[in-house]
């Protein structure tokens, strides 16, 4: 929907006024990583064409996104123990990954077997599996993308 050149600027206006009293009630680390996780959507939309791999449809696209976004606020959680797992291949693979966490991969075991018991490895091994798919599919989109560009 196409509105009028005014009308976004109303809108414009109300969403910095917003923007300004959040930001303002919001601790510095909660700042931070709102801005961390902006700019990581910002230079995903410029290589990939969308702000989040999930809009993408790329395997595994929202664990991925999920990762990224604990990773940028702080938060250990599964998805942000895998991207640190996977840091380094995202890397290469075009995705701005944040500083990791250490030891992820004894880490995200640990919470498997807590959760899972004896089926942990099986579960360890599927998000392993999961992320090496999301850097392979992500490889082919960011290459057809180059193709594509004039």
């Given at each position: 929907m196409r509105l009028p050149s005014d009308v976004l600027s109303v809108f414009r206006r109300y969403g910095r006024e917003g923007g300004r009293k959040r930001a303002a009630v919001?601790?510095?680390?909660?700042?931070?990583?709102?801005?961390?996780?902006a700019a990581a959507a910002r230079w995903i939309a410029a290589r990939f064409g969308s702000p989040r791999f999930q809009d993408i449809g790329l395997p595994g696209g929202e664990l991925i996104d999920q990762g990224l976004a604990d990773l940028a606020a702080g938060h250990v959680s599964d998805e942000s123990l895998l991207v640190s797992i996977a840091a380094p291949?995202?890397?290469?693979?075009g995705v701005p990954t944040p500083v990791a966490f250490e030891d992820p991969e004894d880490r995200l075991y640990e919470r498997m077997v807590?959760?899972?018991?004896?089926?942990?490895h099986a579960r360890y091994?599927?998000?392993?599996?999961q992320a090496a798919s999301f850097a392979d599919a992500c490889r082919?989109?960011?290459?057809?993308?180059k193709r594509r560009a004039p």
């Open positions: 919001m601790s510095p680390d909660a700042r931070q990583a709102v801005a961390r996780r291949r995202l890397r290469r693979e807590e959760r899972h018991g004896q089926l942990a091994g599927a998000l392993l599996r082919g989109a960011r290459t057809q993308r």
